[in-house]
């Protein structure tokens, strides 16, 4: 059973920090490159959180392509719309992504990250994705592999303990394993699929590792299964091994390329 993760206002704004950081500039650059956006296009952003996406693909489809967030969370929503206040070819709207709110094939593209790990049920949100395309519109999917994190410290009980709770708060930690699969499945042909892992060498707060403690903080007090001293152990455990330089932090992510036939 897992636990819900609610991207509620203080979520956000911890998701617009960590979006702003060097490491996510980097992922989203792969993810341009991967949706090789042409002036003109129609995109869908699923789970679109903070909208900072939405903003950067709006430059590319521009002047006469637009974009379309979507998002569960009100919260963030507001926040994509604060972001995107300026642009004329970007709206953002409040949709599940396994029952979206458009006419078969109204998108060039569609895209998503790190969202279908979190939604109940991935074969319909796949399936959505699939009939909102135009024949011959592209998918770009990124996920991430909850099990290739390697995250060193002094501790390994309590990290764990902490990372348990952390894969629970996912539908499915594990979703590239059968992605390939479920799109296969949902009619699209898959055209590339990539990997590159989040690493992380030092205990710098604005790298992804460094908001993921923040985060990691935040959730699990939330669920209060580690006492307060436990999680206080934990991340002196995490600056003990940045101390004796051996801080590591490693994660796997991947990114999947789909076309409908
Ligand atoms: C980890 S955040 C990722 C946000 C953004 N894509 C990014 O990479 O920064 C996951 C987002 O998916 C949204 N989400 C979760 N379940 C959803 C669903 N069933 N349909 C649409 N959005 C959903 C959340 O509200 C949240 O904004």
Same mark, same amino acid.
């Given at each position: 059973?897992?636990?819900?993760?609610? &991207?509620?206002?203080?979520?956000? @704004?911890?998701?617009?920090?960590?979006?702003?950081?060097?490491?996510?500039?980097?992922? #989203?650059?792969?993810?341009?490159? !991967? $949706?090789? +956006?042409?002036?003109?296009?129609?995109?869908?952003?699923?789970?679109?959180?903070?909208?900072?996406?939405?903003?950067?693909? !709006?430059?590319?489809?521009?002047?006469?392509?637009?974009?379309?967030?979507?998002?569960?969370?009100?919260?963030?929503?507001?926040?994509?719309?604060?972001?995107?206040?300026?642009?004329?070819?970007?709206?953002?709207?409040?949709?599940?992504?396994?029952?979206?709110?458009?006419?078969?094939?109204?998108?060039?593209?569609?895209? *998503?990250?790190?969202? /279908?790990? $979190? *939604?109940?049920?991935?074969?319909?949100?796949?399936?959505?994705?699939?009939? *909102?395309?135009?024949?011959?519109? #592209?998918?770009?999917? $990124?996920?991430?592999?909850?099990?290739?994190?390697?995250?060193?410290?002094?501790?390994? #009980?309590?990290?764990? %303990?902490?990372?348990?709770?952390?894969?629970?708060?996912?539908?499915?930690?594990?979703?590239?394993?059968? /992605?390939?699969?479920?799109? %296969? #499945?949902?009619?699209?042909? @898959?055209?590339?699929?990539?990997?590159?892992?989040?690493?992380?060498?030092?205990?710098?707060?604005?790298?992804?590792?460094?908001?993921?403690?923040?985060?990691?903080?935040?959730?699990? %007090?939330?669920?209060?299964?580690?006492?307060?001293?436990? $999680?206080?152990?934990?991340?002196?455990? @995490?600056?003990?091994?940045?101390?004796?330089?051996?801080?590591?932090?490693? +994660?796997?992510? &991947?990114?999947?390329?789909?076309?409908?036939?």
């Amino acid at each position: 059973m897992s636990r819900e993760l609610v &991207y509620d206002q203080e979520l956000s @704004i911890k998701q617009a920090l960590v979006a702003k950081s060097p490491d996510m500039v980097a992922q #989203r650059k792969r993810m341009h490159a !991967a $949706l090789e +956006l042409q002036p003109g296009e129609r995109v869908l952003e699923i789970g679109c959180g903070t909208g900072i996406m939405a903003s950067e693909m !709006a430059a590319s489809v521009a002047p006469t392509g637009n974009v379309t967030g979507a998002d569960t969370s009100a919260a963030m929503i507001a926040m994509a719309r604060g972001l995107c206040a300026a642009l004329v070819n970007v709206e953002f709207i409040e949709a599940d992504a396994a029952d979206l709110p458009f006419a078969n094939g109204s998108f060039d593209v569609v895209t *998503v990250t790190q969202c /279908l790990c $979190l *939604v109940s049920n991935v074969e319909a949100a796949i399936g959505e994705m699939f009939r *909102v395309l135009r024949s011959g519109g #592209r998918a770009v999917i $990124l996920e991430t592999d909850w099990d290739t994190l390697v995250w060193n410290c002094t501790e390994p #009980r309590l990290m764990d %303990k902490i990372m348990a709770i952390y894969k629970d708060v996912y539908i499915d930690a594990r979703l590239p394993r059968t /992605l390939s699969r479920l799109l %296969k #499945r949902a009619g699209f042909d @898959i055209r590339g699929r990539d990997q590159f892992a989040m690493l992380n060498w030092t205990f710098d707060p604005d790298t992804y590792s460094g908001h993921q403690i923040d985060f990691t903080m935040a959730l699990v %007090k939330n669920h209060q299964v580690l006492s307060v001293g436990e $999680l206080e152990a934990w991340l002196e455990s @995490i600056r003990m091994a940045a101390e004796a330089d051996e801080y590591f932090f490693s +994660l796997n992510r &991947y990114i999947f390329s789909a076309v409908k036939p």
